[in-house]
C-alpha cells in the first residue's frame, strides 16, 4: 500500500484532510490488496545531517542552495511473503487442467480467475458481467477460466443449461451462450415446462449463431448428457460450498463480489510484472539541478527536484521515470485544496515499485504552501512511487512525509485534474491522465 498517512503509526490510514477527518480503507479489502501485492521489500538509508531549506518562491532560473556532498545509500533488502502466481500449487486443479474447462485470455497473464458457476442461480449472473468487463479491460492480464458447477438439487433446469453450453462449444461458441443463458436468465430458469425449456434454449442457440439441427443433435450426445452430473459430482468431491465460488491465482476468494475490488486485485497482480528486484541503481548526481516536466492531460508541470536535500528519493522517482514506470498512469487521487497523487501504475492506490526507501526529512522542510512534492507512504520509511502535490499548507504532514520538490510552473494545471477520492473496493469517477514524466538536467 502507497497511501499518504496522517503521521499515526498504529495503523494505517489516509491522508487526513484539512479538516482532519480520516479517509480509511476498509479492512476487508486492504486484507485482500495485502495478500495481492508482488513485491520484494526494500528499505533504504537517508543522510541525518540538517540541510538549508529551498528558497519560497522558485523558478527555473533561481538560486538554488549550495549542495551538500551526500552519498544515496545502498539498499538493505528486506524478505516479504509474495503473492500467488497464475500457476502456484493449489488444492484445486489448475486453469486447463480439468476436462470441461473453458478459457479466455492469454496462458502467461499475471492473473488468472477460476469461477466455479452455475446458469441458474441468482448470484452467478451479474458475476458473469462482471467478469466478461474484466476480461475486456485487461486481454493480456487476466486469464478468466470457466468451470460448471450446476446445483441440481436447487435449481432443476441447472443440468439442461450447462448441456446447452457444452452444445455450443461443439460449434465453437461457448461463450458467446455462456453470455446469452446468463442474460436471459429470467426467461428460461423458471420454466416447468420440459417443452417450453427446449424451446427457449434453441432460441438462444438461434440468437448466437448457432446450427440449429447440429445444436439439437449435440444436446442429446451421451457424453453431454452426462456432463451435469459429472460436474456436480466434482464440485462435491472438493466440497465446495456451492455458486459461484471464485479462485484468484489458485487461492479462495472471500471479499467483496464487484467489479471494483476485483479489478483492483488483477491491476495490482498484474503491476507485479512490472515491479522491481532491487532498489534503483544510482542515476543522479546530488551536486547538479533536476527537473522533472509532468506532461498530463490538463497540461504541463514543471518541478524543481531537490537533489540534494533528498537524494534518495530523487534518485528513485527519477530512476523510474527513465524506466517508463509513471506513463499513461492516473491521478488516482485528487483532494481540493488538499493533494493531487498519482505515482501508481495499477490506479489502486495501493501499488508500489516493488521496493521501499527511507523517509528523508531531516532538512527540517516544512509543507507550508502549494506545490510542494511529496514522497507517498504506508508508515514510516515506506516510499515507493507514488507522490502528491500540494493544493496550499498542510502543516499536519509535517515531518511524516518527505518534501523532494516543488512546482516551479503550471500549478494552475494540476487545479483543473477531475476530483477523486479512490478507496478499495468503490468506484471514482475516470481520473485525468499523467502521459509520461521528462527529467532534464540543468
Not at 415446462?193 to 432460441?203: I, Y
Not at 507517498?376 to 499536519?396: K, L, V, Y
Request: charged share 20%; net charge negative.
Amino acid at each position: 500500500m502507497s497511501e499518504i498517512l496522517d503521521g499515526k503509526k498504529s495503523k494505517p490510514n489516509w491522508i487526513a484532510s484539512k479538516d482532519n477527518r480520516l479517509k480509511r480503507p476498509h479492512p476487508k479489502n486492504l486484507r485482500w490488496a495485502a495478500i495481492l501485492l508482488l513485491f520484494l521489500c526494500t528499505a533504504c538509508a537517508a543522510p541525518q545531517e540538517a540541510l538549508p531549506e529551498p528558497t519560497r518562491t522558485p523558478t527555473p532560473a533561481a538560486a538554488i542552495p549550495a549542495a551538500t556532498p551526500v552519498e544515496i545509500a545502498s539498499c538493505q533488502q528486506v524478505a516479504a511473503e509474495p503473492t500467488p502466481e497464475a500457476g502456484s500449487s493449489s488444492i484445486f486443479p489448475q486453469a486447463g487442467r480439468r476436462k470441461y474447462d473453458h478459457l479466455r485470455g492469454p496462458d502467461s497473464a499475471a492473473a488468472t480467475i477460476i469461477v466455479y458457476s452455475d446458469f441458474s442461480c441468482p448470484a452467478c449472473a451479474p458475476l458473469a458481467q462482471i467478469l466478461d468487463q474484466l476480461a475486456d479491460e485487461h486481454p493480456e492480464d487476466l486469464r478468466l477460466a470457466f468451470r460448471h458447477f450446476p446445483i441440481l438439487t436447487a435449481y432443476p433446469n441447472s443440468g439442461m443449461a450447462v448441456r446447452a453450453a457444452e452444445a455450443a462449444h461443439m460449434q465453437g461458441k461457448f461463450w458467446e451462450m455462456h453470455d446469452a443463458l446468463f442474460e436471459n436468465q429470467a426467461g428460461w430458469a423458471e420454466e416447468t415446462d420440459p417443452a417450453a425449456l427446449a424451446a427457449s434454449l434453441a432460441s438462444l442457440a438461434q440468437e448466437v449463431g448457432l446450427d440449429s439441427d447440429q445444436f439439437e443433435s449435440d444436446l442429446e450426445l451421451p457424453e453431454i448428457v452426462q456432463i451435469p452430473e459429472q460436474t456436480f459430482s466434482a464440485g462435491l468431491d472438493v466440497r465446495l460450498p456451492g455458486s459461484p465460488l471464485i479462485l484468484i491465482n489458485g487461492q479462495i476468494y472471500t471479499g467483496p463480489i464487484n467489479y471494483s475490488s476485483l479489478k483492483f486485485i488483477v491491476r495490482l497482480i498484474a503491476l507485479g510484472e512490472r515491479q522491481f528486484k532491487t532498489c534503483p541503481e544510482i542515476v543522479i548526481d546530488p551536486a547538479r539541478r533536476y527537473y522533472a516536466t509532468l506532461k498530463t492531460e490538463k497540461g504541463d508541470v514543471l518541478i524543481r527536484l531537490y537533489a540534494d536535500l533528498a537524494p534518495v528519493s530523487v534518485n528513485s522517482f527519477v530512476f523510474l521515470a527513465q524506466n517508463g514506470w509513471y506513463k499513461d498512469i492516473t491521478f488516482h487521487r485528487v483532494i481540493p485544496d488538499f493533494v493531487a497523487q498519482t505515482g501508481d501504475p495499477s490506479g489502486t492506490g495501493l501499488g508500489n515499485p516493488g521496493y521501499f526507501i527511507a523517509n528523508e526529512t531531516a532538512a527540517g522542510l516544512k509543507f507550508d504552501r502549494a506545490g510542494l512534492v511529496g514522497m507517498a507512504n504506508s508508515g514510516p520509511d515506506t516510499n515507493g512511487s507514488q507522490f502528491f502535490i500540494t493544493f496550499g499548507p498542510t502543516p499536519h504532514l509535517d515531518g511524516g512525509y518527505t518534501i523532494f520538490g516543488e512546482v516551479v510552473s503550471g500549478l494552475e494545471v494540476l487545479t483543473q485534474l477531475t476530483p477523486r477520492d479512490l478507496l478499495p473496493g468503490q468506484d471514482a469517477p475516470p481520473g485525468d491522465l499523467l502521459f509520461d514524466v521528462i527529467i532534464e538536467e540543468r
